[in-house]
């Protein structure tokens, strides 16, 4: 029987605190370490199509070190090192994401499952998932298209035969996605791809998992057994199976009605430094679950790209505003030609103004846009306040 251990407390304030540096936005980041070391601290940054200001896995980065060039994202990322082994992999954690190579081996529970799963969507034709595995050994890395055709017709879903089998073999593990050229994922096979000491690393389920929880810990700071389970999409009885002999530590939280755990290192020194002031992704892994963001910050966020655009609230592409610790409004950014649009903001109170201009620089600055326009804010009482500060700030950044 394992002894329980002593409580933590923490207040609502030294939880936030904690969340935002395991994040990476509360202190001076690592700029050395530059996106690998953003990606090994996250343990995944989600993919998404979606594209406004830049692609998600783009502005995960850009939030936390800056105006990072994105050529240099994209390489962080797929360029293969000295040996020719990949940095990263794709794959099912959170959502579609890129993972650090040196966790393959704790995918492999996900990747037994798929293989025992005992139906799918797509139908998969007769002799083509050979056909694929035999193409890539000969031919390969490929894009689906290059494999025979992505597509049976131009709807989205409607996969061809190879694509489903190709997309088979990546829930397999017998193929890994090693590059997005084009946003289309390049296929190799995993032996040829991933380094043979994790390739056959197989470790059992508990292992794996065990692992993961951590790293969500870690990647978390401080979160309660849902947060823990959401961040690689674990299930909650998988997460109560091992959270004792995980290394994370039990604490309870102000505020919060569920029991919580910490990263022992969190918990060592006080979470202080200098924070961020960004534009976050909707995808951003310090909002990704709507609960804990409330929780935390105060703030309710929802990604409305899929919502029918009369009942949108805040837009399509809503990027909530990090500064000083805390969420304090919404931009819906486009682009025409050179100009950054703020097409709406939402602003909390008038003390946001400057956070939220400062933030629509530097981020004009980052994808080349020399002019900013701010349409609609939600307080048209602010929106005056906001244009000139943004144009202030605008011209300071020029000189």
């Known amino acids: 029987m394992t002894t329980p251990r002593p409580t933590t407390d923490l207040s609502a304030d030294e939880a936030r605190r904690i969340a935002l540096r395991a994040q990476g936005f509360l202190g001076i980041p690592d700029r ?23 692609r998600s896995h783009e502005l995960i980065p850009y939030a936390r070190l800056g105006a990072v060039g994105r050529s240099t994202v994209e390489d962080a990322y797929w360029e293969p090192g000295p040996t020719g082994a990949p940095h990263a992999f794709e794959y099912w954690s959170h959502a579609a994401c890129i993972l650090p190579i040196e966790e393959w081996p704790h995918f492999a529970f996900r990747r037994r499952a798929y293989r025992g799963r005992p139906h799918w969507n797509h139908q998969l034709p007769d002799g083509t998932y050979d056909q694929v595995i035999k193409q890539l050994r000969t031919e390969g890395p490929l894009t689906a298209t290059e494999l025979g055709g992505a597509k049976k017709t131009s709807e989205w879903w409607d996969w061809s035969g190879t694509k489903v089998a190709v997309e088979r073999a990546l829930m397999y593990g017998e193929v890994v996605c090693v590059e997005r050229r084009g946003w289309k994922r390049v296929y190799d096979l995993a032996e040829r791809a991933v380094p043979a000491d994790l390739l056959h690393d197989e470790l059992d389920d508990a292992e794996c998992v065990r692992r993961l929880v951590r790293l969500a810990g870690r990647s978390l700071g401080v979160g309660t057994r849902a947060d823990i389970a959401d961040y690689h999409r674990l299930r909650g009885e998988q997460v109560d199976a091992v959270i004792v002999d995980s290394g994370l530590l039990p604490v309870t939280v102000e505020g919060w009605s569920k029991p919580a755990w910490a990263d022992p290192a969190a918990l060592e020194t006080p979470a202080r430094g200098r924070h961020r002031t960004t534009l976050l992704s909707p995808f951003d892994s310090l909002i990704w679950e709507r609960a804990r963001t409330e929780r935390i910050f105060g703030f309710t966020h929802r990604l409305e790209a899929y919502v029918p655009k009369p009942k949108r609230v805040h837009g399509y592409f809503a990027m909530p505003v990090l500064a000083g610790g805390r969420l304090v409004g919404r931009v819906d950014p486009a682009r025409e030609g050179g100009t950054l649009v703020a097409r709406q903001v939402s602003l ?28 609609r804010v939600d307080a048209p009482e602010l929106r005056d306040a906001l244009a000139k500060e943004v144009t202030r700030a605008l011209t300071t950044t020029l000189r």
């Open 32 to 54: 050395g370490a530059g996106v690998r070391g953003v990606l090994r601290h996250l343990g995944a940054v989600q993919l998404d199509t979606i594209s406004v200001l830049a």
């Open 348 to 375: 909390d109170g008038p003390k946001a103004v400057p956070a939220v201009a400062q933030a629509l620089v530097e981020a004009a600055s980052w994808v080349g846009s020399t002019d900013i326009r701010v349409e």
